[in-house]
């Protein structure tokens, strides 16, 4: 288990997106068990409500219908495998490695943290968004947690007309950052050689994603202005950073 949630002596940690996908289908338990084992300091995986309630681990807002409208076991057979629920995944990682939860959706943050808080601990985990206001809700309910803002917006997340804007607000975010209470940029590699200096000379702590191919990995991995660096390769940037 990790000391802490950032990086430690200079190494950047590794945070295996939606539990990498080298020995196992992604989103799967066999992934992120998989990604645990191997030594990966995180594993992120996205979080999403179902109608009958149940949080789950699915990165799409649909699978044949709008999850809003499926139940567990309705997404399931839709996906064809088993889809980890939250909670079983936090039982799964507790003790082994450090949570880090993506919020796909908003209106139901503080059933997460709470959860997330009961079977890791208060201090195991980062919770990321690109809604300011979602983190903002977060921030104000449980003050110290890990929240960071996600940087990267593009089409699909923002419309077209406002986009201009969301790309000028991502490239500087530190009134963001503070207006929402966040410690950590989530910010995607595209965006990371232009904001990454102004997070590390505020304080920021970052995470760059999602990162794969080796120059990349290489260079982020030597970059001390990167906290942690998501990958859907965990294994091999953790042989790369060894």
């Not at 300011?132 to 809700?137: M, N, Q």
């Not at 790309?167 to 966040?182: E, K, N, S, W």
Request: with cysteine.
């Amino acid at each position: 288990m990790p000391g802490a949630p950032v990086s430690i002596g200079g190494v950047t940690a590794i945070s295996a997106h939606r539990g990498g996908g080298e020995a196992f289908a992604p989103e799967t338990y066999e992934a992120y068990d998989h990604a645990a084992a191997t030594g990966a300091d995180y594993v992120e995986f996205d979080v999403r409500r179902l109608v009958d309630g149940t949080l789950v681990c699915f990165h799409d807002a649909a699978c044949g219908a709008p999850l809003a409208t499926l139940s567990h076991a309705e997404l399931c057979r839709r996906a064809g495998y088993e889809v980890p629920t939250v909670r079983r995944l936090l039982a799964l990682i507790a003790g082994r490695t450090w949570g880090h939860i993506d919020l796909k959706e908003i209106g139901y943050e503080a059933e997460v943290v709470a959860l997330a808080r009961e079977v890791l601990g208060p201090d195991n985990f980062l919770v990321t968004s690109m809604v300011d206001g979602s983190l903002r809700r977060i921030a104000d309910a449980f003050p110290g947690t890990a929240t960071g803002l996600s940087l990267g917006r593009g089409i699909g997340d923002v419309p077209a007309y406002r986009l201009p804007g969301a790309i000028i607000g991502d490239l500087f975010p530190i009134g963001r950052l503070r207006a929402c209470g966040a410690t950590w940029a989530a910010i995607s590699k595209d965006l990371a050689p232009w904001v990454l200096s102004r997070c590390h000379r505020n304080d920021i702590r970052t995470a760059v994603w999602t990162v794969d191919r080796s120059d990349q990995l290489d260079r982020f991995l030597a970059d001390d202005r990167v906290d942690v660096l998501v990958t859907n390769r965990p294994g091999f940037a953790l042989a790369r950073r060894r």
